[in-house]
C-alpha cells in the first residue's frame, strides 16, 4: 500500500478523513476516488476551468471536482458543483448560470453514498 502523505492544511486533512469514512461506510467508491486525488502532491492537483464544465458536464448533474474551479470559459448549463476551493468569479459564473457552488464537504454529507455524482478531474 502507498505511503499516506500528511496535509498540512488541516481543513483538507478533516475532508479527507471524511471522505475515506464515507467511502467505507456507504459502499461509495467515487468519494474515495475523490479522497485519493486531493491526497496527491499540489503539483499534480490540475485545477478545472468553469469552460471544461461545460464541455464535459450534462444540464442538471451534479458534479464533484477534486481541487479548484478557475473561473476562465463560460458555462450556461445548471450544475451542481462540489470542489475543494472556488474562485471568486467561478463561483459567480456557476450561480449566474442557476446552478449552485458548494464545498466537497457539503455534497458529502447531502450525498453521502454518492449516488448520482460524477468525478470530473
Same mark, same amino acid.
Given at each position: 500500500?502507498? $505511503? /499516506? ?22 459502499? &461509495? ?6 479522497? $485519493? /486525488?486531493?491526497?496527491?502532491? #499540489? ?10 464544465? $461545460? #464541455? ?9 471536482? &477534486? ?6 470559459? =463560460? ?19 456557476? =450561480? ?9 464537504? $457539503? ?10 455524482? #460524477?468525478?470530473?478531474?
Amino acid at each position: 500500500m502507498a $505511503e /499516506r502523505r500528511r496535509k498540512g492544511n488541516p481543513t483538507l486533512a478533516r475532508l479527507l478523513v471524511e471522505l475515506r469514512k464515507n467511502a467505507r461506510a456507504h459502499s &461509495a467508491p467515487i468519494w474515495a476516488a475523490v479522497a $485519493e /486525488r486531493l491526497e496527491r502532491p #499540489r503539483h499534480q492537483l490540475v485545477p478545472m476551468n468553469v469552460g471544461q464544465l $461545460e #464541455r464535459l458536464a450534462n444540464a442538471g448533474e451534479t458534479v464533484a471536482v &477534486a481541487g479548484k474551479l478557475l473561473a476562465d470559459g =463560460r458555462l450556461a448549463k445548471q450544475l451542481t458543483v462540489g470542489a475543494f476551493a472556488f474562485s471568486t468569479e467561478a463561483r459567480g459564473k456557476v =450561480r449566474a448560470a442557476g446552478g449552485t457552488a458548494v464545498s466537497l464537504a $457539503e455534497l458529502l454529507k447531502a450525498r453521502p453514498d454518492g449516488s448520482g455524482v #460524477r468525478l470530473l478531474a
